[in-house]
């Protein structure tokens, strides 16, 4: 079973054209990055996999599902999705527990009544994530990494096959953002771990656990593949319209804006 097959997928709005002719497969086993700059058509990839942006034409099938010919609403529960739209609607007063119990039912501010097995695969959940002293801690007393890996447990809490995270280190601190990133790296080398799909326009935030990238500008793929042979300086600076140097060291990576004579580019 593919995770996600796209081909052809076009989004147009009026005479805008948002995205043009995507072409995109992921298979069980990889995990993804979609980098690109601001405007290059990242968020509007994901709202038609979510079935939140209608598409002009093409192809979107996600877990086997294919778009127009399946209930989005019934697929939408077997996709995890962690964004900042979501962590803004979560009530203050919600406690870590009953945050990851709504993922179940995809409800924010869930009313209903936990029952025991709700709240021991809930506890589980909390110490997958690293966070099982936050299961009573009301949801304004967390910091914004707390909050985002409760989000991700929130995500989990369906069993999803699937998991995007749409720029999840937004607002976090330097310190915060690395102890986030680690905490992605050991989610998704741990036991059965979701397939995961990262979008960004960091490359700091790629850790070596994506094994793929997928580079957009300009509502166009720019690159696609593995992570080793597509993440390149010359594919960045296409992407970043600005001469670029990546570095990679140990696993990680770094941009470096070049100088030229005129100045920044």
Request: with cysteine; charged share 20%; aromatic share 6%.
């Amino acid at each position: 079973m593919q995770i996600l097959a796209v081909s052809g997928l076009t989004v147009r709005r009026g005479n805008t054209l948002i995205l043009n002719e995507i072409a995109w497969t992921v298979a069980p086993g990889q995990h993804w990055v979609i980098l690109g700059a601001n405007g290059s058509g990242k968020t509007s990839l994901l709202g038609a996999l979510t079935g939140y942006l209608t598409p002009s034409s093409g192809r979107v099938e996600v877990l086997s599902e294919t778009y127009g010919a399946s209930d989005w609403r019934e697929l939408r529960k077997r996709v995890g999705l962690v964004s900042s739209s979501i962590r803004q609607m979560i009530p203050d007063d919600e406690t870590g527990l009953e945050t990851i119990v709504s993922g179940k039912f995809a409800m924010i501010d869930y009313w209903g009544k936990i029952t025991a097995d709700d709240r021991q695969r809930a506890r589980r959940i909390l110490g997958q994530i690293e966070c099982a002293e936050l299961a009573d801690r009301p949801w304004l007393y967390l910091s914004q990494g707390e909050r985002q890996r409760l989000l991700i447990g929130r995500a989990l809490m369906a069993g999803p096959p699937l998991l995007i995270l749409d720029e999840p280190c937004a607002g976090l601190d330097p310190a915060a953002r690395e102890h986030f990133l680690q905490f992605l790296q050991r989610l998704g080398t741990g036991k059965n771990p979701p397939t995961l799909i990262l979008v960004t326009h960091h490359v700091e935030e790629i850790m070596p656990v994506f094994s793929h990238v997928l580079v957009l500008r300009s509502g166009c793929v720019l690159a696609c593949g593995p992570r080793k042979t597509t993440l390149k300086s010359a594919a960045l600076t296409e992407a970043f319209r600005t001469p670029v140097r990546l570095r990679c060291r140990r696993g990680r990576y770094t941009l470096q804006i070049i100088q030229t004579r005129r100045g920044l580019m």
